[in-house]
């Protein structure tokens, strides 16, 4: 049972280059999210899923897109990479619990991105 | 969104004191969760705590919904508790996340 898993761990790109980040999870969790997390700001969502066919943004969504094509796979692409996307890219899945009021995310170790 | 603060942002502690990290939050919330980020940057789920209390083992966590306000108790600190330790929030109209910028925890032995 391997849970989150992100592939690549670490990447450098040029300005300009588009690249994917997969996540995948096999806890068959209906919830999955990408997040960014820069030095002193902690973790801020990107953009989420709660089900497979379906994504919303969330808090810091312009310049990614996604797709969940397949409940165990979320994807996120950099269509024109910037260096201001220099990050760590984080995903966590979760199941909802309590009718769906409430959920506890488990998350993969995290890529490391630099955009040159 | 939800704005989250947590304090201190940063603490050193001598191996085997007590510790309390808090993290207050600005809006009524049903989802709350304690992360630990280990040194080599993988985030574990230490406590889903909305509300009460919750032991295990050295930590515990309270949540005082009414007041907006969430505390980790650290107890008998260790090298291996050293990290940074992350709140979260969240509601029941989405399910959005928002993170805490977290209290950076360094144990010395």
């Known amino acids: 049972n391997a849970g989150v898993t992100q592939t690549p761990k670490f990447r450098v790109l040029k300005t300009g280059q588009s690249m994917t980040l997969l996540c995948a999870q096999d806890?068959?969790?209906?919830?999955m999210y990408w997040y960014r997390q820069d030095p002193g700001m902690g973790l801020r969502l990107i953009h989420y899923?709660?089900?497979?066919?379906?994504?919303a943004k969330g808090e810091v969504p312009d310049g990614y897109n996604v797709s969940r094509l397949k409940k165990q796979n979320f994807l996120l692409g950099l269509e024109s990479a910037a260096p201001s996307q220099t990050s760590v890219y984080f995903c966590a899945s979760s199941y909802p619990l309590g009718g769906g009021l409430t959920n506890i995310q488990y998350f993969g170790a995290g890529t490391r991105l630099s955009v040159l | 969104g939800i704005q989250v603060e947590q304090s201190p942002p940063d603490l050193i502690l001598q191996e085997g004191a007590n510790s309390t990290l808090r993290c207050n939050f600005s809006?009524?919330?049903?989802?709350l969760q304690w992360f630990h980020q280990n040194p080599w940057g993988q985030l574990i789920n230490l406590f889903y705590i909305p509300s009460g209390t919750k032991q295990n083992g050295r930590l515990s966590a309270t949540t005082v919904a009414t007041e907006r306000y969430s505390l980790l108790y650290i107890s008998s600190s260790q090298t291996t508790d050293s990290g940074v330790y992350f709140c979260?929030?969240?509601?029941?109209?989405?399910?959005?996340?928002?993170f805490g910028t977290g209290t950076s925890l360094t144990v010395i032995p």
């Open positions: 979260a929030v969240g509601r029941n109209t989405g399910n959005q996340f928002y």
């Open positions: 809006d009524s919330v049903n989802n």
């Open positions: 899923s709660v089900g497979e066919g379906t994504t």
């Open positions: 806890m068959n969790h209906e919830y």
